[in-house]
């Protein structure tokens, strides 16, 4: 849950190689640093054109060259992860019920627990050898959900404007946009993609030697040279899966199909399908002029005829009601079956919306789920341009979390920004395989997407999106303060929600463990008992300036301590939810520890954060993952403090007003101590 978490697994964590390397290995000021660098992840490299023969660039350093000896992600010790447990649950479960599940906890420390997690320990040794113990389960865990996947998964990132005038037009957008992502695909395909890589001592690691003598240590061995230099290599598995690829919808699990071979793109326009190849028989790209002409081709089409069924529409569905809808459409003849086939093996999809969203809220509303009849949310990515040239990538979240697609997006904004603009005069024919791929739809079919239509409408005109821009604090000021940007914004979210509704909730805030083989995301439980008494100062009319000072920084240095151990994959999230998992599959009684009332509430994210920051991010955002979750989208900047917060109708703007309130009151404290 970005999906909660942009960068990855917003999802309810506790609903839905050979050498194994100690956390030791990470020094202390090298996981502060890392920790640093995660919540502020700002692309500040100069833009660059492609190489001559069409790349982003070419490394020195192979794309995959540390993957193989990537540390493995620790399986928490079992008191450890119950431990933590009880200490989120005490914050959110009233004490006279807090009894229950201390019992409930003890009972499976001490009986079920330890058999399971005994079982975990053996997998992680064995089935799970060469990943982590969470990577299958958390697959299943998207691929088992049946909730419709457009607003409850899918992300959106938002691309900044484009400033070239001469290449802001819908076609010319969209055009640079689609060049830039084919040259990022070749860059990964061959290899010459910069590996991800956590520099905690650049004056050692970013330099020509360390770049020139790392490709000659054996793929087994490179992670710990470049540990030994301070550069700390990020798990890249998730980048196989970001082309070419599609989740298809069947009875109780759905699966992902990848086509490795596949040329082609998927454009949309309405409710029209138009495909044509974007890589040529060799592998070399196709002109960025040659797309753009056969986009500028699309769009002199007339408009899509609105009787022409909206096929789009069913990918917006339960993905049971998904399944059998596309048996029947396959059922109904070839024709569907060859348009089905090349919007599956798509490299990747691109929707030419109609609309021409005007402001930050209806950009969100735009990329975040649009009318569904031009998104096919099923496509591991698409982009989408808007009429004024507006454009964002909206994914699909089974396949990868946001680490693969920042470093997508980035790339390819930084690549656009360096192409020219075409003169629409000097374009060439469209290319004679742009063509339009249609579907046949029986009354029956007809039904379901008028069905489906209803619903979408109805959800979407349900959501409750309002922004908040403010400079009362902001990275600068926070940094100049000594404290901590992210923990404070934070404490700033747990007062809002407490002024708002008088106690502490469920919190959910992302951290990648991508500094593992096959990592995926850990759960930051913001909400802590510290949290909750900074809550209760800042909510005391008598409480002092200097009080609320202390507690404030008492809270932001736990909730660094929590990231920490998130990133370290020390949370206890993942862990239950592995555990919970084999007692499923095992049948019978679950243990009464997932049947207590504190698990139940803990699932029910109430506040679900993420942050992202980036020089190519003009917004972003995710919806609610539940009916009474507010999804908050941050960032921080020098100057400001930026939040887009969402919610279904539960009062999203009486929120932002008690966040703009406790950041005030927060400033006020802060600069209690600060001389005059």
């Not at 809808?325 to 990747?348: P, V, W, Y």
């Not at 791929?437 to 005109?461: G, H």
């Not at 923990?487 to 007062?495: E, I, R, S």
Request: glycine content about 6%; some cysteine.
């Amino acid at each position: 849950m970005l999906s909660a978490s942009v960068l990855g697994g917003r999802a309810s964590a506790i609903r839905p190689h050979q050498v194994r390397v100690s956390i030791a290995v990470f020094k202390v000021q090298d996981v502060r640093e890392y920790v640093r660098s995660h919540n502020n992840q700002v692309l500040k490299e100069t833009r660059r054109r492609l190489t001559a023969d069409g790349y982003i660039h070419k490394a020195k350093i192979p794309t995959y060259h540390f993957q193989k000896s990537l540390p493995k992600l620790p399986l928490p010790a079992l008191d450890k992860t119950l431990d933590r447990y009880l200490l989120s649950a005490s914050v959110v479960v009233p004490p006279e019920k807090f009894e229950a599940t201390k019992i409930a906890v003890q009972d499976f420390r001490d009986n079920a627990g330890k058999t399971l997690h005994s079982e975990l320990e053996i997998m992680d040794k064995t089935v799970f050898k060469g990943s982590s113990y969470i990577c299958d389960m958390w697959y299943d865990m998207y691929f088992e959900s049946r909730d419709p996947v457009p607003i409850n998964s899918n992300p959106q990132l938002t691309f900044k404007d484009e400033t070239d005038i001469n290449k802001r037009d819908q076609a010319a957008r969209a055009g640079g946009l689609i060049s830039s992502s084919v040259a990022f695909f070749r860059t990964l395909r061959d290899g010459h993609l910069e590996p991800e890589i956590f520099h905690t001592n650049p004056a050692r690691s970013k330099t020509a030697l360390f770049e020139t003598v790392v490709p000659w240590i054996p793929e087994q061995l490179s992670w710990y040279a470049g540990y030994l230099c301070g550069a700390y290599a990020l798990d890249m598995s998730q980048h196989e899966r970001l082309f070419n690829l599609t989740r298809i919808p069947k009875h109780g699990k759905d699966v992902l199909k990848q086509y490795p071979d596949s040329k082609h793109i998927v454009v949309q326009r309405g409710a029209n399908f138009y495909t044509f190849d974007v890589l040529n028989a060799d592998g070399t790209a196709v002109s960025h002029a040659q797309i753009e002409a056969n986009l500028r081709a699309i769009l002199a089409l007339p408009p899509p005829d609105t009787a022409t069924p909206a096929v789009s529409l069913l990918t917006t569905m339960n993905r049971n009601t998904w399944a059998d809808a596309r048996e029947k459409l396959l059922a109904l003849g070839e024709q569907n079956q060859r348009t089905l086939e090349a919007i599956d093996s798509a490299m990747f999809a691109v929707s030419l919306d109609e609309t021409a969203p005007d402001g930050l809220v209806d950009e969100s509303h735009c990329m975040l789920h649009g009318t569904g009849e031009n998104r096919w949310f099923d496509k591991s990515f698409q982009l989408i341009i808007t009429k004024n040239g507006k454009a964002a990538v909206n994914f699909e979240h089974s396949w990868g979390d946001g680490v693969a697609v920042l470093k997508y997006f980035n790339e390819v904004y930084d690549a656009t920004k360096a192409l020219p603009a075409l003169a629409q005069n000097a374009l060439p024919a469209p290319s004679p395989d742009l063509q339009q791929v249609s579907f046949e739809v029986d009354a029956e079919l007809s039904n379901v997407l008028d069905a489906a239509k209803s619903r979408f409408d109805a959800q979407c005109q349900s959501l409750d999106l309002q922004p908040l821009e403010t400079d009362v604090v902001n990275g600068n000021y926070l940094k100049s303060r000594k404290i901590g940007g992210d923990g404070t914004l934070q404490m700033a979210f747990q007062l809002a929600h407490y002024r708002m509704f008088g106690h502490s909730a469920s919190t959910y805030e992302s951290k990648s463990t991508s500094g593992f083989k096959h990592g995926r995301t850990e759960c930051i439980r913001s909400a802590t008992p510290l949290s909750d008494e900074f809550c209760r100062v800042y909510v005391n009319p008598d409480s002092s300036l200097a009080d609320r000072e202390a507690i404030l920084r008492r809270a932001v240095q736990n909730h660094g301590s929590l990231t920490k151990d998130a990133l370290m994959g020390e949370g206890w999230d993942r862990h239950l939810f592995a555990l919970r998992t084999l007692a499923q599959r095992h049948g019978g009684a679950l243990p009464a520890i997932f049947t207590d009332e504190a698990y139940a509430t803990l699932g029910n994210i109430v506040l679900s954060t993420s942050t992202l920051a980036s020089d190519a991010l003009g917004g972003g955002g995710f919806g609610p993952v539940g009916p009474d979750c507010f999804g908050i989208m941050y960032t921080l900047t020098g100057e400001q403090a930026m939040a887009g917060v969402i919610s279904y109708q539960r009062g999203t703007a009486e929120f932002l007003e008690h966040l703009q309130g406790s950041l005030d009151d927060i400033r006020a404290a802060l600069d209690y101590s600060v001389p005059a």
